[in-house]
């Protein structure tokens, strides 16, 4: 069960301990998971119906009514309540994007600039839904919201310490990951086109380390300043909500760069160097002759025990700089706007001391497959793999990529197939870690799913020169 069911929760000024769900099964199990109390009695801080079973859910008198349904806006009004609509993209059922039809600028910057559509035909359908949103939505189902007492959701309202305005639009990006991801608010000024501000929470109460570890990346890239400051969010400050804890940063201005390079070629071309000559900056700027013994013997522990790989792989890496590194520098942790302008989002995983060329084979490569018009999970690992070991056209853009960072940072070539193997059985790793915190099977995603093959492979594995053209 996805917690996204049930996050326009999120929209609520007060938060849910106790609710009800008539007809509707997901958000009985979605409400269960996430800690909510089910009743059908008095005093309930939300009640849920499909719209034609308004009048029994109107019947329990809850302090917020939420409705499935077209139609749902006008029968709470009837009741009394005060009513706002929502439009969850690109699905009901599963949304990843929550959008309230009474924000218009907001509408607008979600479906045009954020999150446009890949193909011309469906992004004309955006324009014109951004368009008319308030008035004439498109004929999917919309969830309408009931309350007796009208104001901000709590979670911005709570950020309000930050500066973040009470009358402010926003609208809610959900993710497409498991429930330990965490919603997130763009915010924007009264009258503004683009977002000042993204307020992250939790979906679950007492969830804490995404914060910690966010805190203590961007730490790092204020003291790095330079390219490092210019590319990254700021945090303003951290706040918790009845046990949920959530966190305020400066708002990354574009479009995510996973969707620009599956629909624009060219411009996902320009981005794709953008980010690449940064990723060699940084690794310029903050290369160091640093302490990595810590990075270095946390992988003799954690990590070749786990691939029955031998201990030669460290000691082969010869004597290399330390570096800041993001550590999950993915296309989705990325926004772009203009030549130049972009945002490298989610520090969470970052390093001070860590090894270099990580972050831009682990970006490149999944970047490249995007641009390829790879898209399934199968796909990009399948791209992935023919890409390193030679035999796509954009296998050359790679290793030129990585032959100009070698340059630049005086990597010897023969640490190259070693670093490269200890990335990929290192991100190998992740989605165990995450299915361990999160007590559950967790997503595998493509990037994971190189580390066997690699190791198998005899063009691969730590023996790996293909890059070098």
């Not at 309408?144 to 009470?166: F, K």
């Amino acid at each position: 069960m996805s917690l996204r069911r049930i996050d326009l929760r999120f929209a609520l000024p007060h938060e849910v301990r106790r609710a009800a769900a008539i007809g509707l099964e997901d958000w009985s199990a979605g409400l269960e998971e996430a800690g909510v109390a089910l009743s059908a009695d008095s005093d309930l801080d939300m009640a849920v119906a499909p719209v034609d079973r308004a009048n029994e859910v109107l019947g329990l008198g809850a302090r917020a009514v939420v409705l499935e349904g077209r139609g749902g806006a006008r029968k709470l009004r009837s009741a009394g309540y005060a009513t706002s609509r929502y439009l969850p993209l690109p699905t009901i059922e599963a949304p990843d994007l929550l959008l309230p039809l009474e924000h218009g600028e907001p509408i607008r910057y979600a479906l045009t600039t954020w999150r446009p559509a890949e193909t011309w035909p469906k992004q004309v359908r955006n324009r014109a839904l951004a368009a008319l949103a308030r008035l004439a939505p498109d004929p999917r189902p919309l969830q309408a919201l009931g309350l007796r007492e009208a104001g901000p959701p709590a979670t911005l309202a709570a950020a309000a310490r930050y500066e973040v305005p009470a009358d402010a639009g926003w609208f809610l990006t959900l993710g497409q990951g498991d429930n330990l991801t965490r919603a997130v608010f763009h915010v924007f000024a009264p009258g503004s086109r683009s977002p000042g501000w993204v307020v992250k929470t939790a979906r679950v109460p007492g969830y804490d380390e995404p914060f910690v570890k966010d805190e203590a990346g961007l730490a790092l890239v204020e003291a790095a300043a330079g390219v490092a400051l210019r590319h990254a969010p700021r945090l303003l400050g951290r706040l918790e909500v009845d046990g949920r804890h959530a966190s305020v940063e400066s708002a990354a201005v574009g479009e995510r760069l996973s969707t620009l390079l599956a629909r624009d070629r060219g411009r996902g071309g320009q981005a794709f160097a953008d980010v690449t000559a940064w990723v060699s900056d940084l690794g310029s700027q903050t290369a160091t002759s640093g302490d990595l013994d810590e990075e270095v013997g946390r992988l003799e522990r954690e990590v070749l025990p786990s691939w029955n790989a031998p201990p030669s792989l460290l000691s082969s890496l010869g004597a290399l700089p330390a570096v800041l590194q993001h550590n999950d520098l993915g296309t989705w942790n990325a926004v772009w706007a203009a030549p130049g302008e972009f945002t490298v989002l989610d520090w969470e995983s970052a390093r001070g001391n860590g090894l270099p060329l990580w972050d831009l084979l682990y970006f490149s490569v999944d970047a490249l497959g995007l641009l390829d018009g790879a898209r399934t999970a199968e796909q990009r690992a399948d791209h992935a793999v023919r890409l390193l070991r030679g035999e796509l056209p954009a296998s050359q853009t790679l290793f030129e990529t990585i032959q100009r960072y070698v340059s630049e940072l005086a990597i010897p070539a023969e640490s190259v197939g070693p670093l490269a193997t200890l990335c990929w059985l290192h991100h190998g790793l992740s989605h165990l870690k995450r299915a361990e915190t999160l007590g559950a099977e967790a997503q595998v995603p493509p990037a994971e799913r190189i580390a066997p093959i690699w190791l198998d492979d005899p063009l691969l594995g730590p023996g790996w020169d293909r890059w070098r053209g």
